[in-house]
């Protein structure tokens, strides 16, 4: 039986909350020799890792935290732009986060000249920031690269933490509730559209 905990208002079966797993007929991360994840095995059945100590599933990608994972729903190297969700506690304080993410997956994504991240951020539950250094380098490297970060359906507390801690000017937040009725494509044209408006 699953077991669940209480996030705001929802009650999360965290067992089965899985990646987003729609366009995998056109990407998979462990298929592809540029990811970091590539030839990566999956066990359906074996439940290993946890956050809060409850079981999540076996298809969510470790990246060096104990409390956050990812998973790299699609990548397209022409146009430049990757689209990752995520699961967990976003904790930069006990187990440095962002630093982690950034030298494990992100940096390797930028030097195959990926510069414009989206992130799927509605089941990161919490977060706790401790130093702005990595946020600011990584925003310095995707300006030099015309990038950006938009961050899709927050949490409003979660939202509001990152902004408090002066953030906000690293990242973009967006609600998009239906972003899985579109092709990844289509997608990333949508938020391209409204961030290049912002930009220019």
Known sequence: MARTFSKGKYEIIMQEIEPYYNWRHLYVAEEDPRSSFFGKNYSEFEFSQTVYNYFIHPQWDEFGSDTLYLKILYADYDLRFVIIEFIGEWNDVLENDIKSLKENVLD?????????????????????????????????????????????????????????????????????????????????????????????
């Open 108 to 200: 390797d994504l930028m030097l195959e000249g990926i510069n414009q991240f989206i992130f799927i951020t509605e089941n990161i539950m919490n977060i706790h920031v401790m130093e702005k250094d990595y946020y600011e380098e990584w925003h310095n490297e995707l300006e030099e690269m015309e990038g950006w970060v938009a961050c899709i359906n927050t949490l409003d507390h979660v939202e509001h933490e990152w902004r408090t801690e002066g953030l906000g000017q690293y990242m973009f937040f967006y609600q998009f509730e239906k972003w899985r009725t579109y092709l990844p494509l289509h997608f990333y044209e949508k938020i391209a559209q409204r961030l290049n408006f912002l930009l220019h």
